[in-house]
C-alpha cells in the first residue's frame, strides 16, 4: 500500500521542509496575515518533488510546528491549532500536493501548466485560510468578524503578492524540474 521512501526522497523533502521555516521568517507584515516566502517554498515543493512528496515536506513541516517548534510566523507549538492564520497551513499542505499531481501529468509541462498549477494551489491555499480564519474567529475566539473583513484582509491584501509568487515559481519551476524529477528518479 505505501511505497518506500528512499534516501533521496527524504533528503529533499527536509530541505524543502527547511526551506519553508526560513521562508516563514522572510516575511512583510501585514493585518492578519503576513506576507512571507512560505507560499513559494509550499508550491516549489509541489512543482519539483511532485504532489505525494510535496506534501510530505509541507506536512513535516507543519508537524514540527505543532510539536513547539517556533518555525510558523508567530511561533509554534499545538496552541497554533487555534490561531486564525493555522487554515493557511492547512492549505499549504493541500496546494502542494495539488500543484504536484498537476504539473507532473506532463513529463516536460509548459510554463502555462506550471502558472496553472500554482494558481490552482493558491486557489486551496485561500479557501483553507479564508474558511479557518472566519470559523475559528467567530466560533472560538468569540470576535465578531465579518466575511467582508476576513476576504479583504486575508485575501484582497494578501493575493497580489502571491500571484506574483506564483508567476516565479512557475518561471523557477520551468528552469528546475527537469533536474529534481532526473534526481528523484535514480
Do not use: H
Request: aromatic content about 14%; proline content about 5%; hydrophobic content about 55%.
Amino acid at each position: 500500500m505505501f511505497e518506500k521512501i528512499n534516501q533521496r526522497e527524504i533528503v529533499l523533502c527536509g530541505l524543502f521542509t527547511a526551506l519553508i521555516a526560513i521562508g516563514a521568517f522572510i516575511r512583510i507584515p501585514v493585518p492578519v496575515v503576513p506576507f512571507t516566502l512560505q507560499f513559494l517554498f509550499t508550491m516549489l515543493a509541489g512543482l519539483l518533488l511532485g504532489g505525494r512528496f510535496g506534501a510530505i515536506s509541507v506536512g513535516v513541516y507543519v508537524l514540527l510546528g505543532l510539536i513547539g517548534m517556533p518555525i510558523f510566523t508567530e511561533g509554534g507549538g499545538p496552541g497554533y491549532i487555534l490561531q486564525p492564520t493555522f487554515g493557511y497551513l492547512i492549505g499549504f499542505v493541500l496546494g502542494s500536493y495539488l500543484t504536484g499531481c498537476i504539473a507532473k501529468t506532463k513529463n516536460c509541462p509548459s510554463y502555462k501548466r506550471l502558472l496553472a498549477a500554482n494558481l490552482a494551489g493558491l486557489i486551496i491555499v485561500y479557501a483553507c485560510g479564508l474558511l479557518y480564519c472566519y470559523f475559528i474567529s467567530n466560533f472560538y475566539l468569540g470576535k465578531s468578524v465579518s466575511a467582508w473583513m476576513v476576504f479583504l484582509y486575508g485575501f484582497v491584501l494578501a493575493v497580489p503578492g502571491d500571484f506574483i509568487l506564483c508567476v516565479l515559481a512557475a518561471v523557477l519551476g520551468k528552469k528546475m524540474i527537469p533536474v529534481s524529477w532526473l534526481i528523484l528518479r535514480k
